[in-house]
């Protein structure tokens, strides 16, 4: 089992940035794609951006635009970055690996991050 531990979550004001990490144990990293999950209070947690092994990426249309996910295979982390930031972003953010990017069951999850978007 790999875990998975995000940071970099907090308050912001619309229009703001952040970037998110997750740091990953484990010798796999690099053989993994990685997603980043939200969930808001009274919804579904939702899909929002995943990478590839390769390097390769997708997005929710919410966020495409706005959001870039990246890898850093020699720290075992992934990043999300999160520009022009708006109040319906309010969510925590998990981290999810798995060895597809069919994300039907990730194999692990982080404990999640909070994202306050508000002035």
């Known amino acids: 089992q790999v875990q998975l531990a995000e940071s970099g979550g907090g308050l912001v004001q619309p229009g703001g940035s952040l970037r998110l990490s997750c740091a990953a144990s484990?010798?796999?990293?690099?053989?993994?794609?990685m997603a980043w999950y939200r969930q808001a209070p009274g919804k579904q947690r939702e899909l929002i951006a995943s990478?590839?092994?390769?390097?390769?990426?997708n997005y929710r249309i919410s966020v495409k635009g706005r959001f870039t996910i990246s890898r850093d295979n020699a720290k075992n982390t992934v990043y999300l970055q999160m520009n022009s930031l708006k109040p319906e972003d309010t969510a925590v953010y998990y981290c999810?690996?798995?060895?597809?990017?069919?994300?039907?069951?990730?194999?692990?999850w982080g404990q999640g991050t909070q994202v306050t978007v508000s002035s």
């Open positions: 484990g010798s796999t990293f690099r053989i993994n794609a």
């Open positions: 990478i590839s092994s390769g390097g390769s990426t």
């Open positions: 999810a690996r798995d060895q597809t990017m069919n994300w039907v069951r990730p194999m692990d």
